[in-house]
Every structure is written in C-alpha cells, then in structure tokens.
C-alpha cells in the first residue's frame, strides 16, 4: 500500500508524456501498482468449473474436439493457453492484467480520437491520458480482472475496442480495409468471446452521433458490421447451446417485470461505478415481476436520458457517454433475462465514457496544474480501494465471507461460504452457513446436498 501510495503520489509532480511509448509506461505502472497484489490469487467459484474440472480446456486437442459443440471458442482458447503453459492461477491472473493493460491503452486511443473531434480539443489535450489512468485503477474492475472468470468480459471488450479504433481510424484515414473488412472482423472476433458483443454496431452509431455525425450518413459506412449481427443473431438461434440457454433465460421474466429489473440494475451499477465503496461479487437485487420497488430506478433513468439528451450538442461526451452506458446495460438483458440480475464486471466496457466525461468536465473547470492534482488525487484514491478489493480475492474463504457482509440474505452466498468452510475442514463453520441458507431459501438444493454430504463424513 505505501509503495503504491509513493508511486502515485510522484505522478503529480512528473510531465505528462506525449508518446504513445510514454503512456503505455505510465499505464503499465498503474496497472501493476494496482494489480501486482493478485497475482497471488486462488481459483474462485466458476474457475473449477468453468476451466479446472473443464478438460475441454485442459488440452488443444480437447479444445480442438470441442469446436462447433461448444460456446465462446476464442475465450476458451485463452483458457487452454494459459492451462497448459504450466503456470497455474498465476498465469492466469498475469493474462488478465496484460488484457486490461491493452484495454487501459485503447480506451487512452478512443479518448484522443474523441477528443479530437470536439471543437474544445485544445483545453481536453490532458483528458485521454486521465480517463485511461482512471479506468486502469477503478477498483470496479477487479471482478473482470483479479476474478479470472471475469476475463470474458474483458478480452471480448478488447477485441470490441479494437474493432471501434480500427473503424474511427479507418474513417479518418479513408481507408475501406480498415471500415469493411477489419472493424467486422473484429466484431466477429468479440462475439466469439461472448454474445454480449452484440451491441457493437449501436457502440458504433453512438459513437458517430457524438461526434457530430448523422444516423443516416453512419449506416452507410456501418452497413458490414449490421449484416454480421444479423448473421450472428442467425447463428445463436441455429445454435442448440446459445437458443437452449436463451430459452432458459426467456423463461425467467415477462417482458415488463424484466424492464423493471433491469432499469433497477442500471441504477444499481452507475452507484456501484460512482461510490465503489460496497463492491459485491454476488449481490442481492431483486428480480422484478411488476412495478414494485420501480419508481426510483424509473425516475434514475429518465433524468439520465433527459440529461444525455441535453447534453449532446454542447457538452457530446457527456450525451455519448451516457448513451454508450445505456446501450451496454439495458437492451441485450431487457430481451434476455439473467440469473443474475446484475454484476460489477459489466461496467468494465460500460464506464470508459464516463471517465472521459469527468474527466473532460474537470478540465474545463479547472486549470491544468488544478487538474493534474486532482486527477492524481483521485486516481491515488482508486487504486488504494483497488489493492484492498484484490485482497478478498486471496482465497475462497476470504471472497465469500466479505460477500455475506454486502449480502447477509441470499441463500447462495452462504451456500458457497459454507463449502469453502468445508473444503478447509471447517465442518461446524460449514454447517452453520449451510443451515443459514436454508432457513433464506428452504427449497435450495445445492446447500441441502451440502450439509447432508456434511453429516455423512
């Protein structure tokens, strides 16, 4: 923590560099600085079965086998990688910090082609180094980073981001490679880390309508990347393991309940992104059937989309970013319901406009030296709350009984808090969080064929 403390402390003094070598650097350190504490980390909760008890992704050979059966087969093939690099979780844990290393610097890429568009570009010159630095330390991340699970996200984020710059650049440069055949190649890339890459080609429009640019005149040039999202939609509903999983997820909510839901989930991870203080792995929100508990989210959101259209002519980054929120967090799950109704590794791709809202915002109220000690100041605050999140992740135990303090009623944690007891032996430790889930929810298997497994031994 002191280390960390000293080196962020020294950043306020220092000239910020104007090469792209000089900004990976800075990059590099304030990733390390925060991350540097996870290398040490476990296995975690869907590590055992999605990739150690998986021997899909134990061999290229089984990887290979498994090709046209399974789902996601790029973020498997970083799976296999790293399995068979002989590393163990600390090969793992190295991968996702260079992947969120690469995303750090595209969003300091995008920020500066963003920034270039505006005509205030020469009082923002500071803002894309600050809004890579900031999303580089936010500890919202570290469920997509020190998790390793949550690397789907972020790899398909990387490829997302790349495919963006491959097409702003392309557009800027008239480069028809780069617009028609690169930047859809990169979508189909993303898509086959995870679905969720489907909203790429709003990402895309978003990204034109904020920088001056008209709907009509954007689709001519996106027209590629629609058609491979159509292809792709044909592609999950011809595909048994995507439709079975979409037939589940169809299941859990009508339409209605599921747009109340997820209105309450988009409030409840712009709080977690703004005040990161209760950070949870597995939080406890409700699944809405009706208008219950409805008004304050509905009421959150309309004053976002008031504000996001408000904003878009005068201030762009602050209408793009929250459109580009918006499009992230609301229309793949209002359609398809999840489990869970809401994770913090989703704002990994969501919040990079933000940080280039707030920031843009402070550099136009500010002056430069005012600025650069702010934004060291709060990029200190966010790396120190970084290195104390990755802590939890040190072991099983650890995660799961800071989860049960941010979710003292969901059967499930105690369930996985109960067997991370009982894996270390702690049997009466075991007993009593499996005997609390039960009393939340007595129809919960899992922790019922626990404690029975617990009173057989």
Request: charged share 15%.
């Amino acid at each position: 923590m002191r280390r960390t403390f000293s080196i962020l402390r020294s950043a306020m003094r220092v000239t910020l560099p104007e090469s792209h070598r000089g900004v990976l650097a800075w990059l590099a350190l304030t990733v390390f600085a925060c991350y540097c504490n996870a290398l040490s980390g476990a296995f975690q909760f869907d590590d055992y079965k999605i990739i150690v008890d998986n021997p899909v992704v134990h061999s290229w050979e089984a990887w290979l086998a498994n090709l046209g059966h399974g789902i996601r087969p790029l973020l498997k093939f970083s799976y296999t990688l790293n399995w068979t690099s002989g590393l163990g979780a600390a090969g793992f844990h190295l991968t996702n910090l260079l992947i969120h290393l690469c995303n750090a610097y595209l969003v300091y890429r995008l920020s500066g082609e963003f920034v270039q568009q505006q005509p205030l570009r020469d009082r923002l010159k500071d803002v894309p180094l600050f809004t890579a630095l900031l999303f580089a330390a936010h500890p919202i991340h570290t469920e997509a980073v020190t998790y390793i699970c949550g690397r789907s996200i972020s790899l398909m984020m990387l490829f997302y981001l790349a495919g963006l710059l491959a097409y702003v650049a392309g557009r800027a440069q008239h480069n028809k490679i780069s617009v028609y055949l690169i930047t859809p190649l990169l979508f189909v890339t993303a898509l086959s880390v995870k679905e969720t890459a489907v909203t790429f080609p709003l990402a895309l429009l978003a990204w034109e309508l904020g920088c001056g640019g008209t709907w009509k005149a954007s689709l001519r040039q996106q027209w590629p990347n629609w058609a491979v999202l159509l292809l792709g939609v044909m592609f999950f509903l011809l595909n048994d393991n995507y439709l079975a999983q979409m037939e589940r997820s169809a299941k859990l909510n009508s339409l209605r309940g599921n747009a109340a839901t997820q209105l309450f989930a988009f409030s409840y991870l712009m709080r977690q992104w703004a005040l990161p203080l209760w950070l949870n792995i597995d939080p406890d929100l409700p699944l809405l059937h009706d208008a219950t508990g409805f008004t304050l989210p509905l009421i959150f959101f309309a004053a976002a989309f008031a504000l996001m259209l408000a904003c878009w002519r005068r201030r762009p980054w602050i209408g793009f970013a929250l459109a580009w929120a918006m499009i992230q967090l609301i229309p793949l799950y209002l359609f398809l319901p999840r489990v869970d109704v809401a994770n913090d590794r989703q704002m990994v791709l969501a919040d990079w406009p933000l940080f280039l809202a707030l920031t843009a915002e402070m550099a136009l109220i500010m002056h430069t030296r005012t600025l650069r000690i702010a934004a060291a100041a709060l990029l200190l605050t966010l790396a120190c709350l970084t290195v104390l999140r990755n802590q939890v992740y040190a072991s099983e135990i650890a995660l799961w009984e800071d989860t049960v303090k941010q979710s003292p009623h969901k059967a499930r944690v105690h369930n996985n808090l109960g067997y991370a007891y009982m894996l270390a032996h702690r049997n009466e430790d075991a007993r009593r969080e499996f005997t609390a889930a039960l009393q939340f929810d007595p129809h919960y298997y899992k922790a019922r064929n626990n404690l029975e497994r617990l009173n057989n031994q």
